[in-house]
């Protein structure tokens, strides 16, 4: 038998393209949509539990009118986050993925947006290791380097205004969570720049062939 949520948190599920949670799920996939609202695509199991773990404000949980569907919408109102049932075939429309997927969130961008400026966090200390995206133009190799960033120990991650966004859905699930636990900030190369000389960051330029292991690299001391 199809298991069911508690009566008082029925409602019936989303059908209609026109809605107006559907219309901002997909502005949501493009990076203007994102500054406006100043909120991201979570899709997946894997990237939702992962925002669980690291307390990532998420301000609703979509799910597919179906058996999988109910099992997150329980994971979700148990975590106190706002949930919404819509059909499976709306489902699909939703996902950036070209496979649908049984769970989508809405996050909260990280801090007062996506940038430096104005990041009091952005707080710089002698073992500081800042991993810089710089002309990174396919999102699911700047989601990659960001999951690399967090086995490799960086304390930030910022992408430069050449790089593909990484909050765009892609992005965030080749990072395979780490977007969670190391949010990349998004910088000009001259604002990032003009941060590195302030604070005496020395910057190494990594090489994508014939290069050194980040792990056994001797990195130079500050300036």
Not at 156 to 181: E, L, M, N, W
Request: glycine letters at 8%; charged letters at 15%.
């Amino acid at each position: 038998m199809r298991s069911q949520p508690p009566a008082s948190n029925l409602q019936p599920p989303i059908t209609s393209r026109q809605h107006p949670l559907c219309k901002l799920v997909r502005s949501l996939h493009l990076s203007k949509g994102r500054r406006q609202h100043k909120l991201f695509v979570v899709e997946g199991g894997n990237g939702i539990e992962a925002a669980l773990r690291a307390r990532w404000p998420l301000q609703r949980v979509i799910v597919p009118d179906n058996e999988l569907g109910n099992s997150w919408r329980e994971l979700a109102q148990s975590s106190g986050i706002e949930t919404q049932t819509v059909s499976e075939e709306l489902m699909e429309y939703l996902c950036d993925a070209e496979t649908s997927t049984d769970v989508i969130a809405l996050a909260q961008a990280p801090g007062s947006g996506f940038g430096v400026s104005g990041q009091e966090n952005f707080i710089l200390h002698p073992s500081s290791f800042i991993l810089v995206l710089d002309g990174i133009g396919d999102p699911g190799n700047v989601g990659t380097l960001v999951r690399s960033a967090c086995a490799a120990g960086a304390t930030h991650i910022v992408a430069t205004q050449g790089s593909a966004d990484p909050y765009g859905p892609k992005a965030v699930r080749a990072s395979a969570g780490g977007t969670f636990f190391l949010p990349p900030l998004v910088s000009t190369r001259e604002e990032l720049i003009t941060v590195c000389q302030s604070q005496n960051i020395p910057l190494v330029v990594a090489a994508a062939h014939e290069g050194q292991n980040c792990f056994s690299f001797r990195w130079p001391p500050n300036y």
